[in-house]
């Protein structure tokens, strides 16, 4: 008889498959550790779920029952190494390089479908550029589904020039073309505004770049990167011919695959990254990640 284990890992959460050779039964237990527990559930703590507390790695983990964990689904740990890391911790945590801070910032992304609306200044051939980069990402990227609105009561995305109406109250003094993202407490953005100044940015080819620029920083308030070739949405220098290359589409799947935390601190993700390598590479174990709804 052989006993198979999977772990899953996300937020602190552990799940322990385990499995018979030779025979179709199979049970899984979840856990969490004691203290994320406290953060999440309200229940008290019986006498029965300190009989089934387990001690893993110093830790004390509670036994979550399946009516508690309905509402989550469990993914592979996606691996990357160490020189995309770089890349995307730069781009998607903000890294300024000073470690006291980069280790509190925090990774966001859009949990609902995107629904972009457009003022009717923002030209027909613009929209469709627009639009165009948008269904390329969405058709290649988990998760992420982008559309656009005739309305804007219908809208949680909008796009517009200075001189419009002003969509978003909060950008009402800004001076330079740019967005403003709204997120909640789990950094799930749920708005977003984006506004193109058109004494610089004075025709369609011009007006179209910028905002495709911008529109790809929003999918994740991504930080552009200074080490990366031009032609990258993700880099920090200019190019007229701005395309999405295999790296910025790389960039994008990881933050939307489910196979990662979501909403963390930069500390948590690699701290949960190392963890999930370790256990990989030490004990050999199946890593996965479970995520609430």
Known sequence: MKNLFTLFIL??????????EHTTESSRKIYTSLK????TYKTPLTKQDT???VVREHDT????????????KSVPYEYKDKSFLKYYKKSAFRSSGVDSTDQRQVMRYWKDPIKIFFSESISRKTRKDIMTLAKEISSQVDSLQISEVKKV??????????????????????TNSDYYLHWNTRNQIYRCGVKIDTKIFYNQALISNKLKELFVSTLGHFYAINDLGCESYFANCYSENKQLTSLDLEILKYHYSYGICKGTTLQD??????????????HNVLINFFHLD
């Not at 009561?153 to 800004?174: A, I």
């Not at 993700?269 to 590479?281: D, I, N, T, Y």
């Open 11 to 20: 937020f602190g959460f552990i799940s322990i498959s385990q499995a018979q």
């Open 36 to 39: 994320a527990y406290k953060l």
């Open 153 to 174: 009561e219908e809208s949680n995305y909008v796009v517009y020039l200075f001189d419009d109406y002003e969509y978003d109250s909060l950008m009402k003094n800004y």
């Open 269 to 282: 993700f690699e701290v949960q990254h190392e963890k999930a390598k370790s256990v990989l590479k030490e």
């Open 61 to 72: 983990l509670v036994l979550i029952t399946p009516k508690m964990s309905r509402n989550g």
């Open 51 to 53: 009989l089934n507390f």
